[in-house]
């Protein structure tokens, strides 16, 4: 049986920014998240991988929630043709409220 395909992870410019209004102590819990989640199948289905409908934030197809109480989300899209996971967004779920980058999203 063949090994599954590993994705490599790349992120848009955007998300150091993102991150810069998030506390640095959860910085690793997200790039772990990441890195454990979205390495193989990042396009299966799970309680914290969902896939999202359109229009979503950043042009992303798919929402991985992690951290304390699953607050934070982190957007992205997967491209087959590079076997790669592209990070689009991180942000914070406050109750009804999604904040990317200090600035809220949403309906």
């Known amino acids: 049986?063949?090994?599954?395909?590993r994705f490599r992870i790349g992120f848009a410019p955007e998300v150091v920014d993102?991150?810069?209004?998030?506390?640095?102590?959860y910085h690793r819990l997200i790039e772990r998240a990441i890195d454990e989640?979205?390495?193989?199948?990042?396009?299966?289905?799970?309680?914290?991988?969902?896939?999202?409908d359109q229009p979503a934030?950043?042009?992303?197809?798919w929402e991985l929630r992690?951290?304390?109480g699953n607050c934070f989300r982190v957007f992205y899209?997967?491209?087959?043709?590079?076997?790669?996971?592209?990070?689009l967004?991180?942000?914070?779920k406050v109750r009804e409220r999604l904040l990317?980058?200090?600035?809220?999203?949403?309906p």
């Open 1 to 5: 049986m063949p090994d599954p395909v």
């Open 18 to 25: 993102h991150l810069g209004v998030i506390s640095r102590k």
């Open 37 to 52: 989640q979205l390495t193989d199948a990042p396009e299966q289905r799970t309680r914290n991988r969902k896939p999202l």
């Open 57 to 61: 934030p950043f042009g992303s197809t």
């Open 66 to 68: 992690c951290g304390p």
């Open 77 to 87: 899209e997967v491209d087959h043709a590079e076997h790669t996971v592209w990070v």
């Open 89 to 92: 967004a991180i942000g914070i």
């Open 100 to 106: 990317i980058g200090g600035e809220e999203f949403g």
